[in-house]
């Protein structure tokens, strides 16, 4: 799907196609950077970073293993359910690796806040995180992210990953929903 075929369901394009690869080939250099030299584990949390990992994988020029996790903070809606639980872990054991988790977005900061204590008491040689989106409530959490693509205003957003009710996630850009989606 691209940005014609928006429907009536999206208010707005918020970032294109466009204005995601050019995001990630930028990240892609400095995670390069960052990592010559050295064995890289990239880590996606399922499913929203689908989309991410795939484009930023194939951006980088460091040869990189890759491994999945599935934890689940939010219900179907648009609502943090504030816990955190592991629904798939990871295949591999990451102990004396660099391990960088790729995300889609970063909001309360509540399932990253949890997977970096999470995954730092495995041992890992070093732990860093790229996430694509962030809004401003992840400003009021402690963590620290040294790569983020784009800050984005506290509107809820799909596509390139990112669902509402399982929908939208092939979007080749992220928009905001339009209200009647989801009833108000
Ligand atoms: O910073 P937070 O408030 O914790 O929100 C961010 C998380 O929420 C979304 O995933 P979700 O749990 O909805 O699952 P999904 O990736 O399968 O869509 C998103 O992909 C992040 O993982
Ligand atoms: N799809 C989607 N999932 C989220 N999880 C946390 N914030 C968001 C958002 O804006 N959109
Ligand atoms: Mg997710």
Not at 44 to 63: E, F, N
Request: aromatic share 6%; net charge negative.
């Amino acid at each position: 799907m691209d940005d014609k075929d928006m429907g009536t369901d999206l208010k707005s394009v918020l970032i294109t196609e466009e204005e995601i690869n050019a995001k990630l080939a930028e990240l892609a250099a400095a995670i390069d950077e960052e990592y010559a030299g050295k064995d890289l584990l990239i880590i996606g949390v399922l499913k929203g970073a689908v989309m991410v990992m795939a484009d930023l994988a194939r951006a980088l020029s460091t040869p990189v293993t890759m491994d999945w996790m599935a934890v689940s903070s939010y219900g179907a809606g648009t609502q943090s359910s504030g816990v955190v639980r592991i629904l798939k872990d990871l295949d591999t054991d990451i102990k004396g690796k660099h391990v960088l988790i790729v995300e889609d977005i970063i909001d309360s900061g509540l399932t990253l806040s949890w997977l970096l204590s999470n995954l730092g008491s495995r041992e890992p040689a070093s732990l860093n995180v790229c996430t694509l989106l962030r809004k401003p409530e992840a400003a009021k959490v402690a963590i620290d992210v040294k790569w983020v693509g784009f800050d984005i205003p506290n509107e809820f957003v799909v596509g390139y990953g990112l669902d509402y009710a399982e929908r939208y996630r092939n979007l080749r850009f992220v928009g905001t929903l339009a209200p009647h989606v989801y009833g108000g």
